[in-house]
């Protein structure tokens, strides 16, 4: 692709979802965050059964957006180590329900086949409760063509590791495509796609084991489950042309630092941040007010 057939930020948010779609990658992992400081802002209770349905909601709404936009294999966790290990009153007790009633309803089951997902609930040590609702979600209509949904709990940092030693131990795969398909019952594409909240960290929880293509990450800082179309555009048009830059001969592309020689020589670092009360908050990254 060259410079001049790239479109313009301006086209790409206009453009037909077709053309995004042609752009988007197979498999991306969306591991938000913040949903009870979401919930605060909107003068919501952060616990309980209205906070539960109300931040359900939300979330349903990114998963069209993501899955709208050509997204075929979506990696979400539901739970993760840090939340099992939360003292904050009546949330474990209630955890394992909620995920239940949101991955797993009568009615969550009949919103998918209203949409046509296909959906999966990964948990290496699920519980009766758990076990129960990922049994419930293999339908004998699920097409490998459909788009997917990963739902997955990580109880324990080692889970991750434990699940692809049982699945070595069961199965003789001797290539990265036959231990994806013994992990997950089918080969998915890695994932070239990270999209997150809060601090620019990544850790194996909340990567799905084996998957992790040439991924490209980023990161919004606004809680809960709030990303619009255009800001999932704005991630789709970075992620599909401004970070192509990659050349094979890179004689006369070196020489073109020279134009941006403040930038180079005075550029921010990423993931520098200031303390809002309890929370991170990312720095600044702009120099023009330098120069």
Not at 36 to 55: D, I
Not at 85 to 111: F, K, L
Request: aromatic residues 12%; hydrophobic residues 40%.
């Amino acid at each position: 692709m060259t410079r001049e057939s790239i479109p313009t930020l301006a086209e790409f948010l206009q453009a037909p979802l077709e053309s995004i779609r042609q752009v988007a990658p197979t498999t991306m992992v969306f591991s938000s965050g913040g949903s009870r400081r979401k919930a605060a802002l909107a003068n919501l209770p952060a616990t309980g059964e209205e906070y539960a349905r109300w931040s359900h909601g939300q979330l349903l709404a990114c998963l069209q957006l993501f899955f709208r936009h050509g997204i075929k294999h979506l990696f979400l966790p539901m739970l993760l180590p840090n939340q099992f290990q939360e003292t904050t009153p009546n949330y474990r007790e209630h955890i394992e329900r909620w995920v239940a009633w949101g991955a797993a309803s009568p009615a969550m089951r009949d919103y998918y086949r209203e949409h046509n997902w296909r959906v999966r609930l990964l948990d290496s040590q699920a519980s009766p409760i758990i076990a129960e609702a990922a049994q419930s979600l293999h339908q004998p209509d699920d097409n490998p063509e459909q788009p997917t949904l990963w739902w997955f709990i990580v109880r324990d940092s080692a889970d991750p590791w434990q699940a692809i030693f049982q699945a070595a131990h069961q199965t003789a795969f001797k290539t990265r495509s036959q231990a994806i398909e013994a992990l997950y019952g089918e080969i998915i594409p890695p994932a070239e796609l990270f999209v997150s909240f809060g601090k620019p960290q990544i850790n194996h929880d909340v990567l799905p084991p084996l998957l992790v293509g040439n991924l490209q990450c980023y990161w919004t800082q606004k809680p809960g489950y709030t990303l619009s179309e255009r800001e999932f555009r704005e991630i789709l048009y970075d992620f599909a042309f401004l970070r192509q830059t990659w050349q094979a001969d890179k004689t006369e592309r070196t020489k073109a630092a020279l134009e941006f020689r403040q930038h180079w020589e005075r550029g921010p670092i990423l993931g520098l941040g200031q303390q809002l009360g309890p929370f991170w908050y990312p720095q600044s990254t702009s120099i023009e007010s330098e120069l």
